[in-house]
């Protein structure tokens, strides 16, 4: 009786209680979502053009974020920094179209996703033999004060990471919409051979959204290394990012950041309002759980393309 | 043809025996001591420190003192990730090795401390979890092989509360007084809750146990709620990026800094940096000191790196963990000792080093004479008490450096030893141990 109560009840007359306080809850998750999308971003632009589950975005995140750290110990401005850091983002770029997809084309999506769990072993270990192991404090001079208004903490380093993220998700959108490129990257998606027989460049199409992939994990490594500091554990922010994917699509990008909001928000209110009744720390399955309950209704996501295919 | 295969065989075996009975010569006078580290993966921010500290400090005593008396240490390394599985791996792998074998293990992992209780006595192989692991091993008479001084999770958790005591001005201001502690949801993280509810149960104080998910990156759902249960003190049992964000969580929420209050595995210089100014004034307790200012760091910067003192700080040196490690090492160096002692000056055991644990008596005169006066409490070990019930100090961020910011203060013994003994008697029933007469 007291459990059910805890789950049916209680929480619902805290929120009535504490309105004030659950808009709060509510705008934490929202801030959340948004740092859960930028890692999700990257997922879906790589799945979007090749249709692979890029296994090492979360590498790609650290590597972008080491080495924009690195350029600023060596002596760098801060825009110096940023340009070499996304200098080497393209050129990684390059390398995997070079190395790794052109020897690949055409060939089954598992086949991709085993190389890019290599390419995360590359990276990972790239990174920690060329910068090191050790936390590396990150300050791009973004604002971390704290106000309130009307009874509500506000940050604004989140406020910061929030709008950066917004007006990526915007760019992006309409990139992919509203220009030659973007259907091209689409075209891509849909077929390798197709595309190409179209005289769609396979090659360069990659090359552009493993560049673009890029620049978002570089976002998304100074957005997370400027929180917790850049080390080794922002790999780990994939983990956040998965069930943002399966909520919003894999193949959206307005669906990784209304994922990210729908996730951020949803593992706040449960971790907050339910969470002591199971022990506390239940937002890391919840969000998958959440995720899970989506897929029942809607097994592509929320904004994922219905695959139809004729049998 | 054949005659010149044949000698060429007899020569290459030649060779091949001379090379093992010489290698043997050379481990006959060697006492190995496997390292189980992590120097990669999301915790090797604070697995470098640490290694750096074994290594250091088992590379001087042997350029220092020739060895431990005599006889050379040996010692290899292993990457365990932090990773339990592997670290079971590491230990299967170095167990044998060295001339007797392996001398002890400081596992470094309270999840891979568990998993190596039950073999440490069928492969007669002490465990030195010093400070961490499993803390009812803190009873000899259950736990022959495992040793956790000169602290444990129960014990800080107590001189935590005594410390708080004292900041409010005596045990009756505890009333009404509102703990939380912020924990990694995981074995090692729980393990203080026990003793806090039951000094809670004792002092009146509103207690909040609160959870954070491996690996902790994401707290604002739990920074919330401490915003709204507006705690007096927060203890923190964190590990890894969960200090580091949770002291950026802090600062943001204008959470008062010096009423914060990490275990000794949430106050390491990894764990305030990446905060920046706002982590100033946040507190950590400790049982040994930071910085370079003792003899022991003089000697490892003349004997291990030839002067060169850069080179011994871009090794980490001073940092909390660094100590640690090199405090760890000396306690293991010293058990070798004293094992000696009784057993001649060659190789021990792994049987003979469990003896040398269990007879360690490291006095503030022999702190002394290894350039640690000061630095670290002294250490009695017996029989019956594998923790020694030591005192715990309270260090304090100035945003530049630790600083000692209470006396030592020893632990509620009169709560924490019933509590250990009550844990270790209901291990030895699940596992049919009958405990040693002590």
């Known amino acids: 009786m007291e459990f059910l109560n805890a789950v049916f009840v209680a929480p ?92 690949l084309i055409n060939q089954e999506g598992i086949i991709l996703f085993m190389a890019t769990i290599g390419l995360n072993f590359v990276l990972e270990g790239a990174g920690q033999i060329a910068f090191g192991s050790d936390v590396k404090r990150l300050d791009v001079g973004l604002p971390d004060n704290s106000f309130e208004v009307g009874g509500i903490l506000f940050n604004t380093f989140d406020l910061s990471a929030a709008f950066i993220g917004a007006a990526m998700v915007t760019t992006l959108a309409l990139f992919f919409q509203f220009t030659p490129m973007g259907r091209a990257l689409r075209a891509v998606a849909d077929d390798h051979q197709a595309a190409l027989s179209v005289g769609i460049p396979l090659k360069t199409i990659w090359v552009v959204v493993w560049s673009v992939a890029g620049a978002v994990a570089l976002v998304a490594g100074i957005m997370w290394g400027a929180k917790a500091g850049v080390q080794f554990s922002l790999v780990l922010i994939a983990l956040k990012a998965l069930p943002v994917l399966i909520l919003g699509g894999f193949t959206s990008v307005p669906g990784a950041i209304v994922g990210g909001l729908i996730i951020g928000v949803g593992e706040k209110v449960a971790e907050v309002y339910w969470g002591p009744t199971f022990g506390g720390a239940i937002e890391g399955w919840f969000a998958y759980m959440l995720a899970l309950a989506f897929l029942l209704f809607r097994p592509q996501g929320l904004f994922g393309e219905k695959i139809i295919e004729r049998v | 043809m054949k005659f010149r295969t044949l000698f060429l065989g007899l020569l290459g075996a030649v060779v091949a025996v001379t090379g093992v009975m010489s290698m043997k010569a050379a481990y006959a006078a060697e006492q190995f001591i496997p390292m189980l580290v992590y120097r990669t993966g999301p915790y090797a921010p604070s697995g470098i420190p640490v290694a750096n500290g074994f290594r250091d400090y088992y590379t001087l005593v042997n350029k220092r003192d020739g060895g431990i008396n005599g006889v050379k240490i040996t010692f290899e390394e292993c990457e365990t990730k932090y990773n339990t599985k592997q670290g079971v791996e590491c230990y299967e792998k170095l167990k044998n ?94 393990e203080a809750n026990a003793t806090l509810t039951a000094l809670a149960k004792r002092y009146g104080i509103k207690l909040t146990l609160l ?144 003896w040398g644990l269990e007879n360690l008596n490291v006095t503030k005169a022999h702190l002394k004479a290894l350039g640690m006066e000061g630095f670290t409490q002294p250490v009695k070990v017996s029989c019956a008490d594998h923790e020694t019930g030591g005192s715990v100090m309270f260090q304090q961020w100035d945003g530049s450096k630790w600083s000692f910011s209470s006396k030592w203060l020893p632990p509620l013994r009169d709560i924490v030893r019933p509590m250990i003994e009550s844990d270790a008697a209901m291990y030895a029933k699940e596992n049919k141990i009958t405990p040693r007469k002590c």
């Open chain 1, 12 to 103: 619902f007359l805290d929120i009535a209680d504490s309105p004030v306080f659950f808009a709060e809850v509510v705008i934490g998750g929202l801030m959340s979502g948004v740092m859960y999308s930028l890692v999700a971003l990257g997922f879906v632009l790589i799945f979007k053009a090749s249709g692979v589950f890029n296994y090492a975005q979360g590498a790609m995140v650290l590597f972008a974020a080491l080495t924009l750290v690195g350029a600023m110990e060596k002596g760098a401005p801060l825009w110096l920094a940023l340009l070499i850091a996304l200098g080497v983002m393209v050129a990684l770029a390059f390398a995997v179209e070079r190395f790794m997809l052109r020897k």
């Open chain 2, 211 to 354: 959870a954070v998910d491996h690996p902790g990156q994401e707290q604002k759902a739990q920074w919330l709620q401490i915003r709204r249960k507006k705690p007096d003190w927060i203890f923190m049992s964190g590990w890894g990026v969960m200090n580091s964000v949770a002291i950026k969580e802090a600062a943001s929420i204008n959470f008062p800094m010096d009423h914060f209050v990490g275990n000794w595995w949430s106050g390491s210089d990894a764990d305030v940096i990446p905060a920046g100014a706002g982590a100033k004034g946040y507190k950590s307790a400790t049982f040994h000191g930071a910085g370079t200012g003792w003899g022991v760091h003089n000697d490892i910067v003349q004997n291990v790196y030839g002067g060169d003192k850069a080179k011994a700080m871009e090794n980490k040196m001073g940092e909390v963990l660094y100590n640690r490690g090199m405090v760890n090492a000396m306690f293991g160096v010293e058990a070798i000792r004293t094992a000696m002692g009784k057993y001649g000056n060659k190789p021990m055991t792994g049987a003979q080093v469990r």
């Open chain 2, 97 to 190: 090795k060295g001339p007797t074998g392996a001398s002890l293990v400081n596992p470094y992992s309270t999840g891979i401390t568990y998993q190596l209780i039950p073999k440490s006595e069928v492969d007669g192989v002490p465990i030195l979890s010093m400070g961490y692991g499993r803390t009812s091993a803190a009873d000899g008479r259950v736990f022959k092989w495992v040793f956790n001084f000169p602290a444990t999770y129960w014990s800080q958790a107590s001189a935590f509360v005594k410390y708080v005591s004292r900041q409010e001005g005596g045990w009756d201001k505890l009333k009404g007084k509102k703990i939380l502690h912020l924990y990694h949801n995981s074995a090692y993280g729980k």
